[in-house]
């Protein structure tokens, strides 16, 4: 065991915030912190994220051994530990202060800390499991599935990682269910109703988005009490009167992808019975399945596809959205729902096993072995030539992570044709290929090897005398 040579300084990595902690934000965004919700941030360092919190109407308080010695540490519905445990430099005492803020959550944990990526960031020598940096702090610095898989050890309970670096632990399993559901299908939410009328309009809206009828446990207290003297046969004939037959096929077919979807990440935990899913996924099996055993087996079949090269090859080479390129497949954000089922499953299994980042827009999915890289082009809509901003890469073969900032890079990379990572029928899909079309026939891509960074693509706009003019090329001017 290492003797300790020197004073720990942990307060001093305590830092002043303006605005909510981006585990906090993370949190509040995944429904896990809502208005009227009981919080307690454990190690709160100077109390940002209580503030933060306390203004969006929760009942937040926080306790620091430093800085909130007399804070409030009671039990909460939910714990923060946020970037705590890469402070403790003695493993015993790391684990139990995780293990004293599972006892006092009484829904969920949310356990954050600082990545080994972040390794150049940090100034000092390796002492112990960590470093001991110039400021006389420690900092232990996880791998990407290390945390989820310290916090599933320590707590007894299966995990899931919100994004890198952040794990949700939950009391209830059903919640953690819950919580897979909504990324799979996020909640479409009802629309507002004050008569009959209006609350059928909304259960048809339902119909169409989900592709089946809603049950009533399904429906807000208030559209019960507006459609309670309706009997369920009535219901559903007054909506398939109003729906829309095309939408409501399309989206039950979506239904049955995201259901298998969701089974297929489940068997990574060991799935229960039918009656330990969540309320709409069962209704889903319900209404798309013969069986829950059928959709089962289906789910599995899919899994096992993700393992074949050729069929996962095949299925980019014919997905209506993205662009197929000799060793992957690129998609934007908006489009990663029109990919065949396998590759969604690719991505969600990468984001299971290191977190998917807060900010991306294009996704990178490797046919030549299996890895997924999340890219951050923050300009994607108003820049014709979007620069990439950072990258979050995971290998699943080896769940080794890497984080790339271009943000001191003088000649960052860019991206040419953005209409091929979308959908065709995207809106802005048809603005952004006349712009390809136009460059195109400037010569702009004859040279390709040269254009992908910000100076060979403006050397090859002087070269064929060109300039943006937003979505527009132009002439290139003399005072261009």
């Known amino acids: 065991m290492t003797q300790q040579l020197w004073s720990s300084q942990r307060h001093q990595t305590a830092i002043g915030r303006v605005g909510l902690s981006l585990p906090a934000r993370r949190a509040v965004g995944d429904l896990q912190l809502e208005p009227e919700t009981g919080v ?34 009671e039990p909460a519905d939910v714990v923060l530990l946020t970037y705590v445990l890469n402070v403790i430099e003695n493993p015993a005492e790391r684990r139990e202060t995780l293990l004293r803020a599972w006892d006092l959550a009484k829904s969920a944990l949310v356990v954050s800390a600082r990545l080994r990526w972040e390794r150049n960031q940090i100034k000092g020598m390796e002492y112990g499991d960590g470093i001991l940096t110039r400021r006389r702090t420690f900092q232990h610095l996880y791998a990407a599935g290390e945390l989820r898989d310290y916090v599933e050890e320590a707590t007894g309970v299966r995990c899931v990682s919100a994004a890198p670096g ?91 992808l995201d259901t298998l979807l969701f089974l297929a990440l489940e068997l990574f935990h060991g799935r229960g019975p039918v009656s330990s899913l969540p309320l709409p996924v069962q209704l889903d099996i319900r209404a798309f399945f013969p069986s829950y055993a059928e959709a089962c087996q289906r789910a599995d079949r899919l899994l096992f596809k993700l393992r074949d090269d050729a069929y996962v090859r095949r299925a980019m080479n014919g997905s209506i959205a993205g662009k197929f390129t000799a060793t992957a497949l690129y998609v934007h954000r908006r489009a990663l729902h029109r990919i065949p089922a396998v590759l969604r499953l690719y991505e969600q299994c990468a ?130």
Not at 237 to 243: D, I, M
């Open 40 to 73: 307690l941030d454990y190690g709160c360092g100077r109390g940002g994220d209580v503030r933060a919190l306390q203004d969006l109407g929760l009942d937040a308080a926080g306790w620091d051994p430093v800085h909130f010695p007399d804070g409030r540490r």
């Open 351 to 480: 984001s299971i096993a290191a977190g998917r980042p807060g900010e991306w827009s294009v996704v990178k999915l490797r046919h030549q072995g299996r890895g997924v890289s999340w890219l951050d082009y923050p300009e994607f809509d108003t820049d014709p030539h979007p620069r990439i901003a950072a990258s979050y890469a995971v290998d699943l073969k080896t769940l080794k992570s890497s984080f790339t900032s271009y943000a001191d890079s003088t000649n960052r990379p860019l991206l040419h044709r953005k209409h091929e990572f979308l959908a065709e029928d995207d809106p802005d899909a048809p603005k952004y290929r006349r712009l390809t079309d136009a460059e195109v026939r400037a010569g702009l891509y004859e040279s390709p090897h040269l254009i992908g960074t910000e100076e060979g693509w403006e050397r090859e706009l002087v070269r064929c005398g060109r300039a943006l003019r937003g979505h527009r090329l132009v002439r290139r001017t003399t005072s261009t």
């Open 166 to 256: 952040i794990v949700y632990a939950f009391k209830d399993d059903a919640a953690r269910l819950s919580y897979l559901a909504r990324q799979v299908t996020p909640d479409g939410g009802w629309l507002a109703s004050e008569d009959t009328a209006s609350a059928i309009t909304s259960v048809v809206a339902h119909l169409e988005d989900r592709g089946r009828m809603p049950q009533l446990e399904e429906m807000p207290q208030p559209i019960i009490s507006l459609l309670g003297h309706l009997r369920p046969a009535e219901l559903k004939r007054l909506a398939e009167q109003e729906a829309d037959p095309v939408k409501v096929e399309r989206s039950a077919e979506r239904g049955a």
